[in-house]
């Protein structure tokens, strides 16, 4: 079944689950990485890709522009270290996820599709996480 599916269709699919998952409030954890990965192999691809790029476009903007309003330098990184802590703490194993931890995961994979993290190593992560998608998808397929 996988092995049929483009990675922006898996995307979807884990986009899809991720909004069922949450209308339901069960399983926080994998809906919060459904969300990150489902953001990530979407892409730009369509709407929704296009819309999460503007998103991660958006909030680069509001990031700089706010930092450099507030301490006279633009810091484009803040937002995203911020997010990123966000994510990081709530997937944390002992901590607790959280319905907000889907929705950080959603916002830093529109962060890295739109190349605006600021941090040119998480820039790239997008590219490793389809690459392993990639090849799991290879595996199950046969």
């Known amino acids: 079944m996988f092995a049929s599916l483009s990675l922006a269709g898996i995307g979807v699919l884990f986009l899809v689950l991720f909004g069922v998952f949450y209308y339901l409030a069960i399983f926080a954890t994998?809906?919060?990485?459904?969300?990150?990965?489902?953001?990530?192999?979407?892409?730009?691809?369509?709407?929704?890709?296009?819309?999460?790029?503007?998103?991660?476009?958006?909030?680069?903007?509001?990031?700089?522009?706010?930092?450099?309003?507030?301490?006279?330098?633009?810091?484009?990184?803040?937002?995203?270290?911020?997010?990123?802590?966000?994510?990081?703490?709530?997937?944390?194993p002992k901590n607790q996820t959280r319905k907000r931890t889907g929705w950080a995961g959603l916002i830093l994979a529109a962060m890295i599709i739109a190349g605006a993290t600021g941090i040119?190593?998480?820039?790239?992560?997008?590219?490793v996480i389809q690459g392993g998608v990639t090849s799991a998808r290879a595996i199950v397929g046969g």
């Open 30 to 92: 994998i809906r919060a990485l459904l969300a990150f990965v489902g953001g990530i192999l979407v892409g730009t691809a369509g709407f929704i890709g296009g819309a999460l790029s503007a998103v991660g476009s958006w909030v680069s903007h509001i990031s700089t522009t706010l930092t450099g309003w507030l301490f006279g330098v633009p810091v484009l990184p803040a937002v995203t270290i911020i997010i990123v802590a966000i994510f990081v703490y709530d997937l944390w």
């Open 120 to 127: 040119p190593a998480l820039n790239s992560f997008g590219t």
